[in-house]
């Protein structure tokens, strides 16, 4: 079946540092992509997403690019910040437009 | 509304007791979901309707757990006989469309802590 691995957290950055967080995915067909994140104490939001291979998604200063020959689609961002500590979510959903499945999710913690 | 609401924020319920969540998803989105996120981890599915249909259950961990979206907007997910693992953050997600590619949009979640 469909499934999603990140890299386990948490990650501890300090700001301006350059962030990645990796993201693998198993999956028949031709799936989207997506990142989600959740700041404390707030529901999940959509980050950026990507709905065939090659595409890039952008957003706030994150980029993922949708990697079918490798099944990847790892999350960076050149120069984080404190504001940007939340915990990460990588999921994918199949085009026939059913559930999302997530990854385990990875915390960012951005020190000053 | 602007979002995705679900009530209540949180619920304590003794151990053995049915509890019922609510739903009430963005206006006019056709698809809504459940999830079950336990602590530190991802969210898991539970269910999913396309309008009133419950198209896949196939995540409800036990018969315990009932869904229903009886008139394609408002949804109510309900766990009866409530045990300690029932413990966790329940999300709904709705989305405007069925395909893949929509966006699904979150609620804040109800935490159910099962004492």
């Known amino acids: 079946g469909n499934s999603v691995t990140q890299m386990e957290g948490p990650v501890t950055l300090s700001e301006e540092a350059f962030l990645t967080i990796n993201c693998t995915y198993t999956a028949t067909g031709y799936p989207s992509l997506f990142w989600y994140v959740q700041y404390p104490g707030e529901g999940l939001q959509l980050l950026l997403k990507a709905t065939k291979a090659d595409d890039k998604g952008s957003n706030k200063g994150f980029e993922a690019t949708y990697r079918k020959e490798t099944t990847s689609f790892h999350l960076e961002k050149g120069s984080v910040q404190v504001s940007d500590s939340a915990v990460y979510f990588c999921a994918l959903r199949d085009n026939q437009g059913g559930k999302l499945i997530f990854g385990q999710g990875t915390e960012l913690s951005v020190k000053p | 509304g602007a979002g995705v609401s679900q009530s209540p924020r949180y619920k304590v319920a003794k151990r053995g007791q049915d509890v019922a969540l609510r739903c009430d998803p963005i206006?006019?989105?056709?698809?809504l979901f459940w999830y079950q996120q336990a602590l530190g981890q991802g969210p898991e599915f539970l269910t999913y309707f396309q309008n009133e249909a419950q198209l896949d259950k196939s995540g409800l961990p036990s018969d315990r757990f009932f869904a229903e979206r009886p008139e394609g907007s408002v949804s109510t997910l309900k766990i009866q006989r409530t045990q300690q693992e029932d413990s966790a953050v329940y999300l709904c997600a709705s989305s405007l469309v069925w395909q893949g590619n929509t966006e699904a949009f979150f609620g804040q979640g109800t935490r159910l802590t099962v004492v």
């Open positions: 206006s006019g989105h056709v698809s």
